[in-house]
């Protein structure tokens, strides 16, 4: 844990992405929070900890970087963005990790990878409220968390049940992403009664699809351009 308290002492600010959910757009978010993060010379990272399905190196276009060993693990570089994940060491294979195995996977990667000086470190957690929310409470101690739901009632119910334990591990929560709008304020709404910040909303982009693995069309999408007034409030 020492070890990994070193490799981030060089890190400003640590963003948690996480979601109650799968398939609510939380690892999209988060890699192109990062590209326009980097665009705007913020010295940024991403950090994928999602072992059971890692997107990031595919949104990014990363499938064949490979992190450099330097007296540790130095992160590729993609578009101005440090990325780190356990996608090139397991390949097209599945990732079969039990929960202790999954904790000292992570602990492994914090401790080996070297981030040097960062503005911010963006990771993106997996789905849900298991082991790993904690596993980063612990090991991250001072992180913030960023909440992303769609306006669908089973997407907020479960982003329900992470608030709920983010708040009893006394972790600072900046606050939820809507995305996947539709028109209807029902995050907003739900932020609101819940007393959290929202952060605002993305419309769902039929072209973001075509944009995967391809930074600089993702760039110039609507879900870009929306989700860029929402990073500038990641002062």
């Given at each position: 844990m020492r070890e990994a308290e070193k490799q981030l002492s060089g890190v400003r600010r640590v963003v948690c992405v996480g979601s109650g959910k799968g398939g609510v757009g939380k690892s999209l978010v988060s890699?192109?929070?990062?590209?326009?993060?980097?665009?705007?010379?913020r010295r940024v990272g991403l950090l994928d900890l999602d072992f059971y399905g890692p997107s990031a190196h595919l949104i990014l276009g990363a499938w064949d970087l490979m992190p450099t060993e330097d007296r540790g693990v130095v992160p590729p570089e993609i578009h101005g963005v440090r990325l780190m994940s356990i996608a090139p060491y397991i390949g097209e294979g599945p990732s079969a990790?039990?929960?202790?195995?999954?904790?000292?996977?992570?602990?492994?990667?914090?401790?080996?990878?070297?981030?040097?000086?960062?503005?911010l470190l963006l990771v993106d957690m997996p789905p849900g409220t298991g082991d790993?929310?904690?596993?980063v409470v612990k090991f991250?101690?001072?992180?913030?968390?960023?909440?992303?739901?769609?306006?669908?009632?089973?997407?907020?119910?479960?982003?329900?049940r992470l608030l709920l334990l983010l708040r009893e591990t006394g972790s600072k929560i900046m606050g939820a992403i809507e995305n996947m709008a539709e028109g209807e304020a029902c995050v907003e709404e739900f932020c609101r009664?819940?007393?959290?910040?929202?952060?605002?909303?993305?419309?769902?982009?039929?072209?973001?699809?075509?944009?995967?693995?391809?930074?600089?069309?993702?760039?110039?999408?609507?879900?870009?351009?929306?989700?860029?007034?929402?990073?500038?409030?990641?002062?």
């Open positions: 890699a192109t929070a990062a590209l326009l993060l980097s665009q705007r010379s990790l039990r929960g202790s195995d999954a904790t000292h996977a992570m602990l492994e990667l914090l401790a080996i990878t070297r981030w040097g000086e960062l503005d790993e929310i904690l596993d991250i101690p001072a992180a913030e968390w960023l909440v992303v739901s769609t306006p669908s009632k089973l997407s907020i119910q479960t982003v329900r009664a819940e007393g959290v910040q929202f952060l605002g909303s993305v419309p769902r982009d039929p072209k973001v699809e075509r944009a995967i693995g391809r930074p600089e069309l993702l760039l110039r999408t609507e879900f870009a351009r929306r989700l860029e007034a929402i990073v500038r409030k990641l002062k």
